[in-house]
Structures are given as structure tokens and as C-alpha cells.
């Protein structure tokens, strides 16, 4: 199975620094109780969404702004029995080179490769993953996905109608 590693380039560096700043309003710390948790889901974040596009036989499921490159997370499958996904996301810090998500509860932490980002500040972090992790599944039923950086979290939440992206992906992922 080969999957593309899908490593967006900013156009304009003005949007990078605006990428950055939406970015850091949409964190929220590490608190007992935040949004997302205990059955309360986060709000979506203005100009962010969930897309889905297919390519070359494979499906991505990306969260970032319409069309743009500036992306926060992307998952890529080409489906078969393995349902293998790459999971790729931005990241402040090179160390530790993992990308840790959450939703509805479940936690995972995934080893990654990472790379300088290219044009912007960060790194672009890149991980091999099953859809069947419980992460995953909660994902699929809870509509939002938590990256973790340290103590910042940034929840990827979907817009009302855009949801179903999410389980048109996993559905063509196997």
C-alpha cells in the first residue's frame, strides 16, 4: 500500500501569519471540564471546516480553510482490509515527535516523522494509524478531534452540515 504524504505550502506568507493567529485563538488549555468533554460538544472554529476531496484511488479527510493550504490536520486512506490511514498534522514543536488526538474521551498518542513546515513556523508531522483506533471511532461519532501540543489543545470540531464528510471518509477508508 502506498500512501502520498499530502505537505501543503502556504501561498502568502501573510497567510501563514493569519493561519497562526486564528490558530491561537482556537487553543484552549488543558482544563477539567473544557468543551468536548462530559458530553458537551466544542464549537466549530470560523473559516475552519472538515473537506473531504479523492485522489489518485485514495480519500483525504482534511481540516483547515476552504480551499487554501493551510491545513491543521489530514487524514489520508486508500481503503482495503487494513483500513491503514496516514495522519498528518502541524506542529509548534519538532519534540516530542507524536501526534497525540482525542475525542469524546478516547486518547491516543501516535509516533511520528517530523519535517520543518516549509514556509511558515512549525512542523509538518506525519503518522501511520488504523481507523479502527478508538480515537477514531469516537471521531466518527462525536464529529470533532483534538490535537494535543503539551498543555494547548486545538479541537478540530465540524460545522453543522459538514459531518458528514467525516463518516463519507470512513466508509470509503474500509
Do not use: K
Amino acid at each position: 500500500m502506498t500512501i502520498r504524504t499530502v505537505r501543503p505550502i502556504l501561498a502568502l506568507g501573510a497567510l501563514g501569519a493569519l493561519a497562526a493567529l486564528v490558530s491561537a485563538c482556537a487553543t484552549t488549555p488543558s482544563v477539567e471540564g473544557a468543551a468536548g468533554e462530559g458530553g458537551s460538544a466544542p464549537a466549530p472554529v470560523a473559516g475552519y471546516d472538515w473537506f473531504l476531496n479523492d485522489h489518485d484511488g485514495s480519500v483525504q479527510l482534511v481540516y483547515g480553510q476552504a480551499e487554501s493550504d493551510d491545513v491543521r490536520l489530514s487524514l489520508v486512506c486508500e481503503g482495503g482490509r487494513e483500513a491503514r490511514l496516514e495522519v498528518a498534522a502541524h506542529a509548534a514543536q519538532a519534540r516530542p515527535a507524536e501526534i497525540h488526538l482525542e475525542s469524546g474521551g478516547e486518547t491516543e498518542r501516535f509516533q511520528a516523522e517530523a519535517e520543518p513546515y516549509g514556509v511558515g513556523d512549525g512542523y509538518w508531522l506525519t503518522a501511520m494509524a488504523r481507523t479502527t483506533e478508538p480515537v477514531f471511532q469516537r471521531f466518527r461519532q462525536t464529529r470533532w478531534i483534538a490535537q494535543w501540543e503539551g498543555q494547548d489543545r486545538h479541537v478540530y470540531a465540524a460545522h453543522p452540515g459538514s459531518g458528514d464528510r467525516i463518516e463519507t471518509f470512513f466508509s470509503r477508508c474500509g
